[in-house]
């Protein structure tokens, strides 16, 4: 790896050099400029990259992650070490205050790093549903976003390596069909090499409230309950994300370049609304002659087309913003995950342990560091199960919530639980067990209704972006809460749970029983899950709300591309010639590509699979019609 390190900081930093003018500016010149190196950015960064005779370039705020916290970003259970809006590898984002849960300000967790928020996440790898998939395409018009149609899209991200399930317990063994996997793809795909002992006996529970067992989550259904794939190597526990799968392998091609530490101001836009390159902080220009991607995330993508004078013109004119392009949808439609948990004190030992037993720790570290097994290879959340709240639970439901979840596909489910091996958000004012051990659930939403929005304060991008899920709005997230809170009191009522538990309930706590208590338990634990999508959605050209159509293009703007002589490679950079360019009559658009592009956020315990996927699909269309 140091070897590949070196090519790449060589490469970026004689690119800078070779660039450089006697002005003291960088006049730097690609055919693509990405604007984010995250989880989607790469994908596409690597994939445009395989063509030789192109020159990519990435733009990104970070830099890698390891030369800011070592193996944080390696060891699966690390990732809890980032929810921490403080953190130098995070954003320091958080919410607008939220009217139905208190007036609270929520911290935003946001990656800030080569490989984005792919580098702090739960690494879960599933598909979406069928249902899900004909929605996007009958409401964007292109059939090529059903399933089937997308599947060698996902088949590209995947690298699946079996089980070692010697190294997890007998009674955790995953089931999965082979004939859905796939080897030779981008990321490395498997089951960790151990098991919480916690999700044993919560599979059991699931059970015994009628959630049966399926193989996987990658096979268009994800009703039911499964051990979840894991984005992690199988042989040596680390993590899989899209900076080692995407980035690093790539380093040393001589037409990609990598402008670390840089921030994107704004997109540079000529009086035709032509994009011709991205402003970056210390006030020069890196000109793109194909395409600008943004990649920035459901955030900052937003951002910086609306600083770029490309949003709604009424707020574009009242922070004194030129107007590109009147576009009412940048930054709405926003969707947002959204959780609270059930939690139990549990007489076996959970992460928690990991916490109040230096002994287990220091074990821990050497199981993983020898020979990638143990509690750290294991990043929580593995038993994962959704389902429809059943009937009896919907009875006194209002007429309005039952026609709003009526409006979803049949195979779309309304709630999520995830086995959660360690105490539950909301418990800090609660006395514990400071020798405990804890397991809860954690129940998320996954037919959001409620809607939100992305937008700006200032035309500064280094003013935090207004971010407001606008959590619980819809009043059909709040009954779907409250009814899944009394689905897992029930599995934890059952005879298959109570052997395990120590007391009475953490939380909601037993005091808490009626209809209005559990609202208000709901309205004061609910909290964003960090997984914002649809702020650039995809949608029809008559959709005014639409930003991009189905290849990822801006509506209304448009890309100047240019005409340079060939590339002169060099050892370990790529220089363009200066020359006096020419403009053509090939007009292309700027595109968005994240997870912002979405006209909705798809059902299932992993968001940035889609992610994925999506720029798997939206490359490969770059490739075949602008190459």
Known sequence: MGAIRSS????ATLTLLLLHSASGSVKSSFDYVIV????????????????????????????????VHGNWTDVPSYQTRFINITDPMMW????????????????????????????????????????????????????????ANMLSSYHKTMNFAPPNNQDRFANATPKYNKADTVTGGAIDVTYPNYAQSWSTWLSLG?????????????????????????????????RSSSQTAYLQPVLNRPNLAVFDFTMAQRIMFNGRKEATGVLIKNGSTITATKEIILSAGFAQSPQLLLVSGVGPASLLNSLSIPV????????????????????YQVNLWTSSELGINPAYLEESI?????????????????????????????????AEVNKTLAQYPSDWPHVGYAAYPSIGEGAAAIPLDPTGNYGSVLINVQAVSSTGYVSISSANISDPPLINPMMLTNAADLELLVAAVKRMRAAFASSALTPILIGSEVLPGKSLQTDEELVSYVRKTTYPMSHGFATCKMGKSSDPMAVIDTHGSVYGVKNRRFFFPPLEILSFGARV??????STDSITAVRVIDGSSFPFLPPGPSPQTQVYTLAEKLAQDIKDTVH
């Open 8 to 11: 790449v900081l060589l490469s």
């Open 36 to 67: 984010g190196g995250g989880t989607a950015g790469l994908v596409v960064a690597n994939r445009l990259s395989e063509n030789p005779n192109v020159t990519v370039a990435i733009v990104e705020a970070g830099t890698f992650p390891e030369d």
């Open 92 to 147: 320091d984002f958080v919410t607008e205050p939220q009217t139905e849960t208190n007036n609270v300000s929520f911290p935003y967790w946001r990656a800030k790093a080569l490989g984005g928020c792919s580098d702090v996440n739960d690494m879960a790898y599933t598909h979406t549903c069928k249902g899900a998939h004909q929605l996007w395409a009958d409401t964007v018009g292109d059939q090529s976003y059903t399933y």
């Open 206 to 238: 699931l059970e015994a409230i009628g959630i049966q067992k399926k193989d996987s989550f990658i096979d268009g259904n994800v009703l039911g309950q499964a051990y979840n794939m894991d984005t992690i190597n199988q042989k040596i526990g680390s």
């Open 324 to 343: 590109v392009a009147d576009r009412p949808g940048v930054g709405q439609n926003m969707k947002e995950q959204i959780a609270t948990f059930v939690t």
């Open 366 to 398: 050497a199981q993983w560091n020898t020979n990638a097994s143990g509690p750290l290879v294991n990043p929580g959340g593995e038993i994962y199960s959704t389902e429809f709240i059943p009937n009896a639970l919907r009875a006194n439901w209002s």
């Open 577 to 582: 010639r200066e020359t006096d360019y020419r």
